[in-house]
């Protein structure tokens, strides 16, 4: 594995999870929200990651052709779990028995996620900064 393909690991890992960190920011921003465009309160939504390659696709290619696995986005998904019903009659949103469905996010899991991605984004950066002090350190050898 060369230098490069190493920042390019850690380069997508941190991509992953800015994008990982701002659906969680969305969800959070969203928690109240009780209609959207298609009428209904806001969806939860969460962030699918995949390896593009993995460890096993080492042995089975060439192993000089082999790219390092990298992580990308596959998809955003929405959850699918109930809307959560409040009485508040008073509310425009209201049914005719006074319930508001309300967003299906929980902001106690959606801080949990939002910790768990900003340690994956630090490990991240500190792999990337281990990396460069090893080219440093290389560099300087040549003194």
């Known amino acids: 594995m060369s230098f490069l393909q190493s920042l390019n690991i850690s380069g997508s890992g941190l991509t992953a999870q800015r994008l990982r960190m701002d659906v969680i920011s969305e969800n959070i921003a969203n928690k109240d929200s009780t209609r959207t465009e ?13 390896a593009v390659n993995n460890f096993q696709n080492m042995f089975i290619e060439n192993i000089n052709e082999y ?5 990308e986005v596959t998809e955003i998904v929405e959850d699918e779990t109930e ?8 509310h425009p949103d209201a049914g005719e028995d006074g319930y508001v ?8 899991k959606e801080t949990v996620d939002i910790m768990e991605a900003y340690r994956a984004y630090q490990a991240n950066i500190t792999a990337l900064n281990t990396m460069k002090q090893m080219a440093i350190k290389a560099l300087e050898i040549g003194r």
Request: hydrophobic residues 35%.
């Open 83 to 90: 809307f959560k019903l409040v009485y508040n009659p008073e």
């Open 101 to 108: 469905r309300m967003p299906n996010v929980d902001t106690l």
């Open 67 to 71: 790219e390092a696995g990298r992580v």
């Open 38 to 50: 298609n009428g209904e309160p806001y969806r939860r939504k969460m962030v699918v990651l995949s």
